[in-house]
């Protein structure tokens, strides 16, 4: 069983970074996929980035692309997101997910992430 918590949220201005980082427990997470998702207000929750647990797979939703980079200390046991020039419309709480896998693909649905963290709030104004 893995617990996944994310740290690193806040409220910042349009254009500012933040790193998010996503500290895993229970189980080493050097064979999982994982990502980061997102919920902003009224919106379902959609997929920023994963990353496969070789890192030969990444994958970035078209509105984040350039500007978050998804990473992964798997020593720390932790996952990263680096986010740079935000938007108002990065404001979500955004959320840490894993799953198990033997392949070197990384599936970009939510449904097959089996881990979930509590998630951290983003506010960007403009």
């Known amino acids: 069983q893995v617990e996944l918590l994310e740290s690193g949220g806040g409220s910042v201005e349009a254009g500012s970074s933040l790193r998010l980082s996503c500290a895993a427990s229970g189980d080493s997470i050097s064979r999982y996929v994982m990502g980061w998702f997102r919920q902003g207000p009224g919106k379902e929750r959609e997929v920023v980035a994963v990353r496969s647990w070789t890192g030969s797979s990444t994958y970035y939703t078209d509105s984040v692309k350039g500007r978050f980079i998804i990473s992964r200390d798997n020593a720390q046991n932790t996952v990263y997101l680096q986010m740079n020039g935000l938007k108002p419309e990065d404001t979500a709480v955004y959320y840490c997910?894993?799953?198990?896998?033997?392949?070197?693909?990384?599936?970009?649905?939510?449904?097959?992430?089996?881990?979930w963290g509590q998630g951290t709030q983003v506010t960007v104004s403009s």
């Open positions: 997910a894993g799953y198990f896998s033997a392949e070197f693909t990384a599936s970009i649905r939510l449904s097959a992430y089996h881990y």
